[in-house]
């Protein structure tokens, strides 16, 4: 029996051309390959975990009235536009807000807390070397005054997403502003 190229490639050729569409409808179906990865990643919901360095000097960030904000996932407009609404709103993920240096709160994904509202709560050590954190949680962390920072800020209206100011619906803190500027225009990290 004699073979020639010719034979061989008639019947590769098909056999070959069938397995490379059996294996493209494969992926296709499985949800498989690198653009369905891609796709994937960006829709899955973005968080902010935050890390020492992302507390800087308060003066480093946006005041308003009496406290400092932040985004660190480029969302300041946002959020300035929440913390200046009378009505409210939800601050978006990524947002720093510290009335003193040695505290602060984080916006986390939605449902990474739904009882602090998805808040991330800090208790800070500030030098001027940095910041280191201290503790870190939602319901656990204690301010530098004995209390809960947690149950403090779920007294706060829901329409202000658990941010505390004088008529905001949480308990008044135990010094006034002019100790909180005091304290504010005393932190020893560098402007940078």
């Given at each position: 029996m004699r073979i020639t190229i010719r034979r061989v490639l008639a019947t590769w050729i098909p056999a070959a051309a069938m397995a490379v569409a059996v294996v493209l409808a494969l992926g296709a179906c499985?949800?498989?390959?690198?653009?369905?990865?891609r796709a994937a990643k960006r829709a899955s919901p973005e968080?902010?975990?935050?890390?020492?360095?992302?507390f800087r000097n308060l003066h480093t960030m946006t005041k308003v009235r009496d406290f400092?904000?932040?985004?660190?996932l480029g969302h300041l407009d946002q959020a300035l536009a929440v913390a200046n609404?009378?009505?409210?709103g939800v601050y978006p993920v990524g947002t720093i807000i510290q009335l003193v240096p040695q505290e602060a709160m984080v916006k986390r994904e939605k449902g990474f807390s739904p009882t602090t509202r998805d808040w991330e709560f800090f208790?800070?050590?500030?030098?001027?070397?940095?910041?280191?954190?201290?503790?870190?949680?939602?319901?656990?962390?204690?301010?530098?005054?004995?209390g809960n920072c947690a149950s403090c800020h779920q007294a706060a209206a829901p329409r202000f997403d658990g941010v505390c100011e004088q008529d905001h619906g949480c308990a008044p803190l135990p010094i006034g502003p002019d100790v909180f500027h005091a304290i504010q225009e005393s932190d020893p990290r560098p402007i940078s």
């Open positions: 499985s949800g498989g390959g690198e653009g369905a990865h968080d902010f975990v935050a890390q020492a360095g992302d400092y904000i932040d985004n660190r609404s009378p009505s409210g208790f800070l050590s500030v030098s001027p070397d940095g910041t280191v954190i201290d503790k870190r949680g939602t319901s656990d962390v204690v301010n530098r005054f004995g």
